[in-house]
């Protein structure tokens, strides 16, 4: 069960959505349509960049064409600028990508999954915020998307999401507040040691996955516990991990296990349960935005908006 | 084809092997004794601690256990400590090793793939070198071990190899000497930011990889120079990348591909063809000494020792 408590607010946006594919190419094309469509009905104007349906080996277009739409995104009318997709492809633009342009140019920038990259590089390189939550074709591209990925990614370009709340059962007794940054664990680890890392302490970390191996999501944990970055968080907040498999070696190690471990040889408090990760049905989060957490009789409360 | 030039020397060890399994759990025990006659008949003495055939959940044995295995390894007659497998475990161990007990020990450490945690975290924190090439299980536990693996190992350990060649076409032209360091990409990957991460520079960086999707490969190879790492070494020297898998969303990008594209935006010279990595036959190499590689006519030669 996840609860959305709304209220109205000043807008945020002007409810203008323009698409980039800043990372892997669109696989069907057909889908960018169905996307706009189910964008305008829950009351958003789209524009889609001619960039977006260009491919180049695995990217849609090549490095120049992605940093090119990335750029004529910061200039055009519409206030929001959303992701096609994942993938990959970021990693190679980001230091070609200039962050405080970025930053300058006002715009409300959200995608998914690898776009995690862009998240955290642009919080790293100039502390603005960004969003994290459905990409456009993957998660709108489809006949009925999730009602609440809708409803939650509305609400949030909207600026009317105060409370997310969602069960929590087992999650240590936490209530704090702190700078939310995360996203995709691979991604936010393979910034690891880069100038697009963020350096964030008293922070609230998310993180989820898919295709992951226990093991190697115990792993990336281990090292964010090595690297100091961990005991420097006020909490890990845990979303899905997702599609990984099993072998007979792993002797029942799921990420279960892996949580446990964790949250024992790491000793900050974790909370888990996120509504997000590489499902149908996903919240859109700020990175590098102030929030408040909470964890209370097996549901947590992730305060967004206070007012 | 790989020739190996080598030289009597004064011996390196006492020819015994300890062997110990810090990682993952031996799935055939039955394994182990065909292994250690194998080695037998290469002239080694072989003594296995009684941790080698313990299981835990996913590993050989609880972390304490691995951890004692690892102190009684040092202090016992053998010259020579062998890892049984990899898998997955040393991470865990990191921070309990007591690494100048192990630099100052005096034995002669070699293992594979996870154990490049070890590998890299002795020489990180002591400056000490110590070997990966063959996993005592793995590679000697069949029935018939490959013969270059075998050679290789029995030269080295001897410390009679003094130069590796092998064929290296469209291979960087380079002709220089500096601190071999490397293993396991993902390993390597999986320590950078922590004090386990050893700092080179003017080094030459060897790499290899299972079961790596190419554009994961070429996401860890670009974390590497954006970190600053790849930048400081004066060669890149390639291995095996084995057993991934191209989608047809690679549209053929594989890892030529992306060997091609970091040798084209890393701007160090790259060397290709070392018979190194998650294949049958392996090589054993220093990870922390100093050597010479060269380039010459389609083929590259790696100076282990110079007399």
Known sequence: MVEHH??????????????IAPSGAINRPEQVALASENLKKLGFKVKVDR???????????SDAKRIEAIERAMTQPMD??????????????????????????????????????FNLALFAKTGQMSYTGPAMVTDFGVKKPNELTAD????????ELEILSFESPGSDAFDGRGVLWGGNLAMIMSLLGTPYFPKVSGGILFVEDVNEHPYRVERMLLQLAHSGVLAKQKALLVGHFTDY???????????????????????????????????????????????????????????????
Chains 1, 2 share one sequence.
Do not use: C, W
Not at 51 to 61: I, M, S, T, Y
Not at 92 to 107: C, E, Y
């Open 6 to 19: 709304h209220h109205a607010h000043a807008p945020l946006t002007n409810n203008g959505i323009y698409v």
């Open 51 to 61: 960039q977006v349906k260009l491919v180049h080996e695995r990217f849609a277009g």
């Open 80 to 117: 929001i600028v959303m992701a096609a997709r994942g993938g990959y492809g970021l990693s190679r633009l980001l230091p070609t990508i200039d962050f405080k342009a970025v930053a300058d140019s006002g715009k409300v920038f959200v995608g998914h999954s690898d776009f995690t990259a």
């Open 152 to 159: 939650l990614f509305a609400e949030v370009m909207r600026g």
């Open 245 to 307: 498999k099993l072998s007979a070696q792993d002797r029942g190690y799921d990420i279960g296990s892996v949580i446990a471990h964790i949250r024992k040889t790491v000793g900050i408090p974790v909370v888990t349960g996120l509504p997000y990760g590489h499902t149908a049905a996903k919240a859109t989060l700020p990175v590098g935005a102030k929030v408040g957490l909470a964890t209370e009789a097996g549901m947590a409360y992730l305060v967004i908006h206070e007012h």
